[in-house]
């Protein structure tokens, strides 16, 4: 079956515009998670969805990014007022229910880069 | 949540074996320990899990000594194409924060 995708694959845009990333997981996946990673540097942890709540958004570096998921399914994540520290490459993940910890399974990415 | 200490980079040579220790002292009794494997420009991808003990699948061993406070991934016979980031996680299903630390990059010499 198709794995977890991700759209656009690069984005491009100039500080101050808003951007929108799509993650698409995995079918019947129930959790979803973001993450971003920065050049040469591990990754950090943004939000995630359980179905179509996010219980911890702590992880959002500041209130110019927001994230929702709609039917338990597809999630858009939304940068506003884009910054030059937003580059990085936006990592989404999607996890199936089960009795422990499960194995997240992660798409391609989006590389975003703010001129 | 348990928090994760491993090396940041390691360098062996093809053809060796390649053991990536990983400290979890604060480990709950729930948590599992779960490595990922990175290539560059791709996502992390899962390569074992592990409770207790010893587990082994076609890529790895995971070695667990019986406190648990830390674990050992083994890669035998290393090839250049293993050359990536290894991430070490601790956590049970019930965590909604799930802590990717820095990784150890590993780099294989031919």
């Known amino acids: 079956g198709a794995g977890v995708s991700q759209s656009p694959s690069n984005k491009v845009t100039e500080k101050g515009k808003d951007v929108e990333l799509r993650c698409d997981p995995i079918s019947g996946h129930t959790a979803l998670y973001w993450y971003r990673q920065s050049l040469g540097q591990g990754l950090e942890f943004l939000i995630y969805?359980?179905?179509?709540?996010?219980?911890?958004k702590s992880g959002l570096p500041s209130d110019r990014f927001s994230a929702e998921r709609t039917g338990g399914s597809v999630s858009t994540l939304t940068i506003q007022r884009t910054q030059q520290e937003d580059s990085a490459v936006y990592l989404c993940?999607?996890?199936?229910?089960?009795?422990?910890?499960?194995?997240?399974?992660f798409g391609p990415g989006t590389r975003l880069t703010v001129l | 949540l348990a928090k994760t200490t491993q090396p940041i980079s390691m360098d062996s040579y093809e053809g060796q074996e390649v053991n990536i220790t990983c400290s979890h002292n604060?480990?709950?009794?729930?948590?599992?320990i779960t490595w990922y494997q990175q290539f560059p420009s791709q996502g992390p991808r899962f390569i074992i899990q592990?409770?207790?003990t010893k587990v082994t699948n076609e890529v790895a061993s995971l070695f667990i000594p019986a406190d648990r406070k830390s674990s050992t991934l083994s890669l035998p016979r290393v090839s250049l194409s293993d050359t990536a980031v290894y991430y070490c996680?601790?956590?049970?299903?019930?965590?909604?924060?799930?802590?990717f630390g820095k990784g150890t990059r590993l780099h294989i010499l031919p």
């Open positions: 604060n480990i709950a009794t729930n948590d599992y």
């Open positions: 592990g409770y207790k």
């Open positions: 996680l601790v956590g049970d299903k019930e965590d909604d924060k799930i802590i």
């Open positions: 993940a999607s996890s199936a229910p089960g009795p422990a910890y499960n194995e997240q399974f």
């Open positions: 969805f359980q179905g179509n709540s996010a219980p911890d």
